[in-house]
């Protein structure tokens, strides 16, 4: 089964941008995509990418996140711009090999994906 390790979280003023990268340990045929959770809150499916190149983007971030996969790095990529401070949060990669990608944000709100990397956390400020 393939790691998942993020990097790029940090802190940026509001309006600015970031861009998060999640390695995998080796190559992944699957749906992966991207949550967020803060404390106190539930978890909120932010983007996906399936093996197709389809995406899936939650509501509060269309027209300002872009997520992205280079299958020949083994990377996932999520480019955030124009951020808010309501998408400050711990920022998780997932990825599983079943499901499509409209059942991955249910599937990954239920904790059921096949695997998770441990977050990187992103601070925005005004």
Known sequence: QVQLAESGGGSVQAGGSLRLSCLTSGKFSGTMGWFRQTPGKEREGVAAVDNDGATLYGDSVKGRFTISRDNAKNVLYLQMNRLKLEDAA?????????SDLWSFFPYGLRNALDVWGQGTLVTVSS
């Open 90 to 98: 711990m920022y998780y990669c997932a990825a599983d090999r079943l």
